[in-house]
């Protein structure tokens, strides 16, 4: 079975830091691009973080760039967020997401698998 689980979400202050897992099975990642997606309440998901198994280029959103890093662990069949410097408007439900292309994109349809998502939280 193909599954994709995120983990690591919470509620942190402002200026705090997380860092998001997406545990993959019934696949590996080696040949997939793996995205991070994220949805605010009353928002349309967005992209936020891609890294690609074609080539291991990394991708981010212009409103995280520089303040969240994303790797992989292929040995674990895992891709990391890591996320610094939180602020309120980074709270949402965070996604992970696999596509077939190995080329990373930030259009949804372009994604096969994912998971059921993690809430975090940045207050004041």
């Known amino acids: 079975e193909v599954q994709l689980v995120e983990s690591g979400g919470g509620l942190v202050q402002a200026g705090g830091s997380l860092r998001l897992s997406c545990a993959a099975s019934g696949f590996t990642f080696d040949d997939y691009a793996i995205g991070w997606f994220r949805q605010a309440p009353g928002k349309e998901r967005e992209g936020v973080s891609c890294i690609s198994s074609s080539d291991g280029s990394t991708y981010y959103a212009d409103s995280v760039k520089g303040r969240f890093t994303i790797s992989s662990d292929n040995a674990k069949n895992t891709v990391y967020l890591q996320m610094n410097s939180l602020k309120p408007e980074d709270t949402a439900v965070y996604y992970c997401?696999?596509?077939?292309?190995?080329?990373?994109?930030?259009?949804?349809?372009?994604?096969?698998?994912w998971g059921q998502g993690t809430q975090v939280t940045v207050s004041s």
């Open positions: 997401a696999a596509g077939r292309n190995p080329l990373c994109s930030w259009y949804l349809y372009e994604y096969d698998y």
